[in-house]
């Protein structure tokens, strides 16, 4: 069924009985009830993936889905993508891990999520290193290795701020030292664990709050000094919203893209349980890429070539409670309760269903191989790479796509 009308009518229905419930992805996320036995799928290595399997459509089955996505594609090492591809791997979601190192071949990036940057009196430490997971690293550099041109995956930890104060916060923006003191501890446990650069995420936090000079001179100096190491720098960046506007924007690009690596562009989250919906409209897509990187502008194609377009391998649950978002998980619990095709909205292009079971009443979207395959496709058809949150959350046969 295509019914986008039926959609907004059915989404102002559930709106009305939603509670401000606040969901997130982190280690206490719901826990999946399945009681299905996962070994009678079919699963592993397959002989035919999933376009010569019919499995690419934009009203999938739902029973083809819980047959189907186990399996993968037996050569896991053919890539159908040719931008950069990243993908974040968190502790909370370990099946990341496997996906990392089954599908090596087809990342050029992973960041794994493990570390943060502390204060600890007038010093800077870097948290979580206890989750660094050193064999698992070389594993995945061993399997994705190209024979004939040497390339092998890098690997780019995230670090973000952790417990700043703003007091804290003023000081390493106004003081060059300060920052240096940053960058010298990030650069020894770069050294340290072999990592070949890093993701940071400070944009989304400071942006709006403090002037563009002061975070281009903190993004700038970490930037240079890291280079000087052989070290390269990944910003994540947020989306053009209408209720934030230009977080970060042409301007914004111009000044640092010849510095930056790349940039993690965060196309996802659009609806949360205040607003439900889809979790990232192909238009949102579009024009979030379209807002940084303008068709006809200088330089168009070098700065799309380092915009990492976000995929969400995540979806959401709304719920006359709230609900929130849901991995893989969750995810087959309710899809395995609808009879048919799961509707898809033609505005967004994404899928979505709607089921009553024991819990009560659900609207779900999630990402189906049709909906990640035509934001891979726009990805192409722009000229930019993909950024993926995250490797755990989503289902084997999705990285036939990639």
């Not at 010093?123 to 061993?142: F, N, Q, S």
């Amino acid at each position: 069924m295509r019914a986008p009308n039926a959609l907004l009518l059915l989404l102002a229905v559930l709106l009305l009985l939603l509670t401000s419930v606040q969901g997130t992805l982190a280690p206490d996320s719901h826990k999946s009830k399945s009681k299905t036995k996962e070994s009678a799928l079919r699963g592993g290595p397959q002989d035919q993936d999933v376009f010569d399997l019919g499995l690419v459509s934009p009203e999938p089955l739902a029973k083809d889905i819980v047959s189907n996505h186990r399996g993968y594609f037996k050569d896991t090492g053919l890539r159908r993508f040719n931008g950069t591809t990243l993908g974040y791997v968190t502790p909370w979601n370990s099946h990341g891990y496997d996906v990392a190192k089954i599908f090596a071949k087809k990342f050029d990036i992973i960041s794994p999520v493990w570390l943060q940057i502390v204060k600890q009196g007038d010093r800077y430490a870097v948290a979580g290193t206890h989750d660094i997971d050193a064999g698992w690293v070389t594993d995945v550099r061993r399997k994705g290795k190209l024979v004939h041109n040497q390339r092998t995956v890098k690997v780019f930890p995230r670090f973000i701020f952790d417990h700043f104060t703003d007091r804290d916060i003023k000081l390493l923006l106004s003081d060059a030292q300060e920052r240096t003191k940053v960058n010298d501890v990030l650069i020894k446990c770069c050294k340290d664990n072999g990592f070949d650069g890093l993701v940071l995420e400070v944009w989304s936090q400071l942006a709006g709050r403090i002037d563009d000079k002061i975070l281009y001179t903190l993004v700038l100096q970490m930037a240079k000094e890291l280079q000087k190491q052989q070290l390269r720098l990944i910003l994540v960046i947020p989306p053009f919203r209408k209720e934030t506007g230009h977080l970060f924007g042409e301007k914004h690009m111009d000044k640092l893209f010849k510095h930056i690596y790349a940039f993690s562009l965060m196309t996802y989250d659009f609806s949360s349980v205040q607003r439900p919906g889809a979790n990232a409209p192909l238009y949102f897509v579009r024009k979030a890429v379209e807002t940084i990187a303008p068709e006809g502008c200088t330089d168009m194609a070098a700065k799309r070539a380092k915009i990492l377009l976000g995929l969400n391998m995540y979806g959401n649950d709304y719920t006359p409670d709230g609900g929130g978002p849901i991995t893989f998980s969750q995810y087959l619990d309710l899809v395995r309760h609808v009879k048919k095709h799961l509707t898809y909205d033609e505005r967004d292009v994404e899928n979505f269903f709607e089921i009553k079971n024991d819990d009560g009443r659900h609207i779900v979207f999630y990402p189906t191989l049709y909906s990640i395959n035509e934001r891979i496709k726009l990805a192409q058809e722009l000229g930019t790479g993909i950024s993926i949150w995250e490797l755990g959350q989503g289902l084997n046969y999705f990285y036939d796509l990639f």
